[in-house]
C-alpha cells in the first residue's frame, strides 16, 4: 500500500466521484431535468409542448437564445439557416479520400473539423458575430453532411440541398432523392423527422455534451468542439444504444421469445441488458420515450407498416417489463432509444444512420451550450483532478542494472 497523503499536501480538499454522478460542472440556464418525475423542459417549456405544437429550427432558436421566437424573428432565422446549407466544393472531393464502407459517423467526425479548415473567420469565438455564424454554419451544414455521408457509402452522387424545403423534408431529400427521379418528401414523414430532432436537441450536461465543453474550455473553435461531442456520441453507452435497442428487438423476433430475455435481463450472472431500457438519470419514465413511442405508430401507419413485427415485440416488451418486480424495483422504464430504431428503420435508414441522425439534432444543443460557457465570466478551462494512485518517488535506474 502507497502512502499517497503526502502528494496531497498542498491541494485542499478533494472529491473523488468517478462518472460525475454526484458533481456539477457548470451552471446552466437551458435544459432541466426531474428524472424522478420524468420531467424534460428546454428553456423552461415541456418538451411534450414543443414536440407537439413547434417545430425543430423554432427549438434551435429556442435553445440559442433563450426565448421563443416571434413570427418575424422565426421566419428569419429560417433564412438565415437556409442560407447556410451549402457546403464549400473542397469538401465534396475530401469526402473521396474515405474508403467507401467508412461508418459514417467517422466521416461526420472528420468532416465538421474540418469544417474549421473552411471557415477561418469562424474560428475567432471572441467576437459574438462570429459565434452566432459558426452556430448557424453547424445547425446548416449538419443535415448536408450528414446525407453526404450516408450517400458516399451507399455510392450514389450528392444532392445539393434544395432551400426552399423545410428543414426535415431537405434532409429526406439530400438522404433519399436519385437522379432522373422525381422525389417528394412525405409530410408525415418530415414532421416526425422533425419531432425525432426536437427530441435529441439538448440534455443538459452528457458526456458528449460535457466533451464539447471540456474541449472548448480551452479556446478551441466551435468545429474542433462540436467533432470532439460527436466523437464521444459515437460509443455504444451513448448515441449508439438505439442501434443496439434495434438489434435486440430484432433478435427477440417474436413475442414467445420475450419471456427468456427478460430472465436474461433479471439473471445476476449474466451480463444482458435490455437496450433502450434504464437511464442514468430518469428512474421514471423517460418523456421523449412517450413521444417517440406515438411517433412510432405514426411513421408505421403511414408506411403501411403498422403490423411490423418489431413493434408488436417492442409493445409487448414493454408491457412485461413495467409489471416485472425487477423493473420496478430498479425503476427500469424504456429510454428514448428504445423506439427511435423501429422508426428509423422504417424511413429507410439503415442503422449505421442512426447516431449520426443523433448528432445531428444534438448539434444545436452543443453549440448552446458551448455559447453559454464561453460567454459565462466565471468558466475557467476544465480540468479535473485525479487520486493518484501509482508509484511514489523512486529514482531512476540504468538498463544494465534493471531485474
Ligand atoms: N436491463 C436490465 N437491468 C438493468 C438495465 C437494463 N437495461 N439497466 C440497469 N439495470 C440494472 C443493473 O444491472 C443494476 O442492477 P444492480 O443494482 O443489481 O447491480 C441496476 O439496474 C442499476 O444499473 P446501473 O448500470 O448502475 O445504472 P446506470 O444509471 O449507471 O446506467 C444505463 C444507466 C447505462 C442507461 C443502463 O440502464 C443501461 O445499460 N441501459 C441499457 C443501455 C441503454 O438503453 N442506453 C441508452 C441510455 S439513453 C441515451 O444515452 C440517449
Redesign the pocket.
Known sequence: VVDIAPLYKHSGMFTYDP?FTSTASCESQITYIDGDEGVLLYRGYPIEQLAEHGDFLETCYLLLYGELPTPAQKADFDYRVGRHTMVHEQMARFFQGFRRDAHPMSVMVASVGALSAFYHDSTDISDPHQRMISSMRLIAKMPTLAAMAYKYTIGQPFVYPQNNLDYPSNFLRMCFSVPCEEYKPNPILARALDRIFILHAD?EQ?ASTSTVRLAGSSGANPFACIAAGIACLWGP???G?NE??LKMLQEIGTVDRIPAYIAK??D?NDPF????????VYKNYDPRAKIMQRTTHEVLNELGHKDDPLLEVALELERIALHDEYFIE?K?YP????YSGITLKAMGFPTSMFTVLFALARTVGWIAQWKEMIEDPSQKIGRPRQLYTGATRRDYVSPAQRR
Open positions: 462518472g440534455h452528457n453507452a451513448h448515441g444504444a443496439a435497442a435481463a433479471k445476476k441488458r435490455l437496450m433502450g431500457f434504464g437511464h442514468r430498479k427500469l429510454n428514448i432509444d428504445f
